[in-house]
């Protein structure tokens, strides 16, 4: 029984006005030798850890609201607060705490914070001025008994002295009568002193007051006194709305009166708060905090108590899924449950993981697969509502459950996408519902992510609001940075698999759609224009490619295997392209950025893809058609060209400048164009570098004699410098005709200069083939050329090295440099004229 009454929730207040629950535990009253004082300690009944340590200070301000809660400030803008299980357990520890302090525990709070200068000025008075005098309550006394509420506002003291006057001689229930009188009366005057009693009553920010003030039988008279604003020329028909426009409609009865009675509370009370009351000042903002905390309990419990009743929760189950179930019926379920999941915000995080937890256990995900495919509008928003409360709250339920599903549906869901992007080419439309015809779509019962995605393609509000909801939920869903929990590691690999393979291609429907190409196009009459693939006139369809568009390159951006695959597999880039030519310049850069991204990404495979679908043309043709217009689209295309120069992309440089140099010389301004031609010939001079330095080491590591010489030179000079070998006329006669034939021959090998190919670069013929090497010429009296392939092959009869080996006849008629270079020449006339010494230097 002690652990029962002593059973409290602990509560802290942060930033924003909302209560924080710190946790569920046991609480009691003990004297702690470290704060040399009687503490409240609270243990957590889960593991015993201390929740909350807090000295009982004498000066402490505690407040007792509700007969369940106690709360008290232990530091500027630190708020605590306990609420008990019993109220048994309550008024213990508030006897204890007023024990502590000497107080009365039949108050309601113990002491108000007060400055300094106000409690010299509080001691200063006479005794007889502490306790504030009501006048009578008459008609004749309204204006002096507004005249006071409204004074004591600014002082927390009076405030206090004033609601324990009020609590004490239930006066409230006395001003209300008083209400009824001057409403049959006519008596506008009174009204509108009472509007102002009433008002001021709610800002001395009472609990106890609250309780009498917002009871069964006293809350309408407080509607109704807050109706005859001053302001107003007529009064406000608030209690009319409440009682007549807004039923309250039990779509499963509730048996249970206490949970009725809080439901009908808190419904009020937040009408009270949201439309009468006005926005309070920045004065007046912490003057209803206590409403506010009121409002909050009120929905914890009403949550705790629904989510205890399995009979109730199960049977509102059953009717949303049951076939029979008339619209509605059906309507007010689902209506219900997204009330029911809006009052758990209210939860902290431990409860509402246990709320879901119970939803997920009673079936709520199936209920919203059926649910969300229905024809009623009304019906698929709350569900999209209670599906984004799901997905916010735990992505991998959802994820969890969509895997789950039977799998012998997952063939007609792929096989139903297939048929809905084949029947729709290419006219694919929003402009009469979804545009795809019943029966091609994918089935309702198939699997829940292709229900939401069905429903983003279909979402008939002209400005996409509930595709917009579920494509943010789309993406929560197959974000990897959410996947990455340690109970379950292959949650992403399996889950983007399961993505890609069953859901990808029925996103992606509608695009690929719009941007089939027009194979039939040339069979068109004479005279007839041909279609623009992607709807011109469809502003809505434009609207849901962009929505599609930044799905897929978030993809691109986090999905790194599965998107590359499917992009190659579907030619997916070629076909957003196709979207450069929309009307909508917003579609454009859609389809823009998908490609910046994947250029962004660096990746040699999806440079490759570019280069070899020519994709740059359908970019550069859009630059061009924006001709001189100095716009968002213009420097998105600039921006692109820049990255690829900034970042040095080799091949894709090459390519830009190979196939649309001329194209793009023209523009001149900006320099991105000519810095890109300016990192294309940096290149090729690297390369011709690299070559002319392998020409050189290929030539001399073949010649035998001149490797030879190299020896004996650096025998006779024991190890010294080539530079100071000995004098020309010492040289052996035989080196000095080798070189002349060489040089000869190398002569008349620069006619086989290999040629520029269209691309820019050269392409090359080895000419060490097994011909040459064998002594055989080709039928000009040359040595045959052969590819590379063919002349590295062991099948030649001896390796390229060893068919080229230098002995003297072989040397005059079969080596062949790889490269002619315009400057080999002048180094030829150099090396005449040169000390041969440093010839050796070369090819050291």
Known sequence: MSDTRRRVKVYTLNEDRQWDDRGTGHVSSTFVERLKGISLLVRAESDGSLLLESKISPNTAYQK??????????AENYDLALSFQE??????????????????PALEITQDPIDESEEERFEEMPETSHLVELPVCELTRLEE??????????SPIRREKLALALMSEGYIKKLLQLFQVCEDLDNREGLHHLYEIVRGVLFLNKAALFEVMFSDDCIMDVVGCLEYDPALVQPKRHREFLTKTAKFKEVIPITDSELRQKIHQTYRVQYIQDIILPTPSVFEENFLSTLTSFIFFNKVEIVSMLQEDEKFLTEVFAQLTDEATEDSKRRELVNFFKEFCAFSQTLQPQNRDVFFKTLANLGILPALEIVMGMDDLQVRAAATDIFSYLVEFSPSMVREFVMQEP????????????????????????TSGCGLTDGMCVPQDVLLINVVIKQMICDSDPELGGAVQLMGLLRTLIDPENMLAPTNKTEKTEFLSFFYKYCMQVLTAPLLANTADEKNSKDLPEGSTKINPVCPDNFQTAQLLALILELLTFCVEHHTYHIKTYIMNKDLLRRVLVLMNSKHTFLALCALRFMRRIIGLKDEYYNRYIIKGNLFEPVINALLDNGTRYNLLNSAIIELFEFIKVEDIKSLIAHIVDNFYKTLETIEYVQTFKGLKGRYEQEKDRQTQRLNSRYRRDARSLDEDEEMWFNDDEDDEEGEAVEKSRPEEDFPESYGKYMEAKKVKESEDKENFPKRTQTGSFKFTLSHSAGAANGTNGANGKPAATSPSSAATPNNGSSAKTAALPSPPVVKTGLVGLVDYPDDEDEEDEDEEQSPRKRPRLGS
């Open 87 to 104: 109220k048994a357990g309550c008024d213990e520890i508030w006897e204890k705490i007023c024990q502590v302090q000497g107080k009365d």
């Open 407 to 430: 799998q012998q549906t997952d063939d007609v869901s792929r096989d139903m996408a297939a048929v809905c992007v084949d029947t729709h080419k290419p006219g694919f439309s929003l």
């Open 145 to 154: 008994i507004a005249d006071l509420v409204t004074s004591v506002l600014s």
């Open 65 to 74: 609201q509700q007969d369940t809660l106690i709360v008290w400030s232990e």
